[in-house]
């Protein structure tokens, strides 16, 4: 068995990100939201993160950090 399972919580840390891709909280709709027409951009401090928009309200939502 040259298999060698991760532990659980690299394993749930993975898939959080799977399933969470781009999610963001909404301020409006106080929820994590998917972000609708996400796009990828850098931050000043040469961060990356995510804009884009609530698919509910329309609102203008940010992640920092976030991987598409
Ligand atoms: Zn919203």
Redesign the pocket.
Known sequence: MGYKLTSRKTFLKALGVLCTMVQAY??????K?EIKDPKKITMKNGKPAVTGT??????K?FRIGAAL
């Open positions: 909404c301020v409006k709709c106080r929820a939201r609530c698919p509910v309200c329309g609102t939502l």
